[in-house]
């Protein structure tokens, strides 16, 4: 069989909510390039606000299963320009640490996070998701995914 006849079907035997089948008919692609919603914008802008560390957690929690539910994936955290002045130029986000760090210019960022430091930098992007895989997503002020 040549490469170009070859294809994989999938079937669903159970049966799911109409919203649902969308949902899993759509290419993984798609759904992981899917715009992010403002939820999700002001829940990663509340992380970084100084919470405890319970509020932190849940709110860190809710973001990994929003994620998981609407795009199939869930970064292990997410890094951005820091407003919180000098020294700090930059910070990330670590969903499964629950770890807020802010960063100086000359502080070394920890891998995968450190690749998403320039383009944090670049002012472009409201955050970018970092992803296990070492994938970045960078996201724009609409919630739109740049892929």
Same mark, same amino acid.
């Given at each position: 069989?040549? &490469?170009?006849?070859?294809? $994989?079907?999938?079937?669903? !035997? %159970?049966?799911? *909510?109409?919203? #649902?089948?969308?949902?899993?008919? +759509?290419?993984?692609n ?10 999700? &914008?002001?829940?990663?802008? $509340?992380?970084?606000?100084? !919470? %405890?560390?319970? *509020?932190?957690? #849940?709110?860190?929690q809710?973001? +990994? ?10 970064p292990?955290?997410? &890094? ?9 130029? %930059? ?25 998403a430091r ?15 895989s ?14």
């Amino acid at each position: 069989m040549e &490469f170009a006849q070859r294809r $994989r079907v999938e079937t669903r !035997l %159970d049966a799911g *909510t109409p919203t #649902q089948d969308r949902q899993l008919q +759509r290419p993984p692609n798609q759904a992981a390039r899917a715009p992010r919603h403002a939820g999700i &914008f002001e829940a990663v802008h $509340r992380i970084d606000a100084g !919470l %405890d560390e319970a *509020t932190r957690a #849940q709110l860190a929690q809710w973001i +990994r299963d929003e994620y998981q539910s609407q795009f199939g994936d869930v970064p292990l955290g997410f &890094f951005a320009r820091c407003h919180l002045g000098p020294p700090y130029v %930059d910070h990330r986000l670590d969903l499964w640490q629950n770890i807020v760090e802010h960063y100086a210019p000359g502080d070394t960022v920890p891998e995968p996070f450190a690749r998403a430091r320039m383009l944090a930098r670049t002012g472009s992007y409201d955050f970018i998701e970092v992803y296990a895989s070492g994938e970045l997503k960078p996201v724009l002020n609409d919630g739109s995914v740049v892929a």
